[in-house]
């Protein structure tokens, strides 16, 4: 009898951020086995630190992060594989695209090093099919300036592609575009995940994208998954609320409680 797969992402993790301001506590643990997760809940709860995490830019203080049958992060075992090395594909939020470097170039970007400045043969094939793929063929020598909102969020995802991830990160894929277009590339992101089998990891507020795109849902409040929320069956799962250690409170202007009368 042979033994289920592993899920594809098992993360378990604690992390501490201090500013001026504020002191956050992230305590997440999830597992997703279906192809299509999404970390949805309110800015500020804690998505995009755990994507962050994820991609190995931020070491959290506690716990691991495994993809599939590898680990990337296990803070008992001090395992902490490099950003470049973990194969992940990373989509921001920005796109984060390089102005001065044309769609090809951008693309290209992270198949080439200081050591390696020019791609093989077989990634220039990987690269053209991208280009293909995605409808950017005809504007590969163009700048990203002169793109639409849609064509750089199709160049980025091209280049998180390009390296073959083992996994893909969304971070908020569609806040910068406008309604009409949501749903368009929405619909496009499914059939990019279908074709290429990349287990993807989506963060948004948005719950149109998650009722589009996802087959499970991680509800986040203040640094904590409350609930996991299957979008097949609509069953879902509440998660204890967990006590964060080490929390100070935030410090209070004078004028809140005088605020907080006038509003009640």
Request: aromatic share 6%; net charge neutral.
């Amino acid at each position: 009898m042979t033994s289920a797969p592993p899920p594809y992402l098992d993360v378990a993790i604690q992390a501490t951020l201090v500013d001026d301001t504020r002191r956050f506590e992230l305590d997440v643990r999830f597992t997703a086995a279906k192809p299509f997760a999404a970390l949805y809940g309110p800015s500020g709860a804690g998505k995009t630190l755990t994507l962050q995490a994820i991609a190995g830019l931020l070491r959290p203080t506690q716990g691991h992060i495994t993809v599939g049958d590898s680990t990337l992060f296990n803070a008992a075992q001090n395992i902490n594989i490099p950003a470049q090395h973990r194969r992940v594909g990373y989509l921001f939020q920005n796109y984060a695209l390089f102005p001065h470097l044309t769609v090809r170039q951008n693309i290209e970007f992270g198949l080439t090093s200081w050591l390696r400045r020019r791609v093989s043969p077989e990634q220039r094939r990987t690269i053209d099919d991208l280009l293909d793929s995605f409808g950017l063929s005809a504007m590969a020598d163009s700048r990203p300036a002169t793109l639409s909102g849609g064509q750089q969020q199709r160049t980025a995802l091209a280049r998180a592609l390009a390296c073959q991830p083992r996994l893909l990160l969304l971070d908020e894929p569609f806040a910068a575009l406008n309604a009409m277009l949501r749903q368009e590339l929405r619909e496009e992101l499914a059939q990019t995940c279908r074709r290429w089998h990349i287990p993807t990891l989506m963060i948004t507020h948005d719950v149109d994208d998650v009722l589009a795109l996802a087959d499970t849902a991680f509800v986040y409040e203040h640094g904590q998954i409350v609930r996991e929320v299957d979008l097949h069956s609509g069953l879902s799962t509440e998660h204890a609320r967990r006590a964060l250690v080490h929390q100070e409170p935030r410090p209070v202007h004078p004028l809140h409680d005088r605020i907080k009368a006038l509003l009640g």
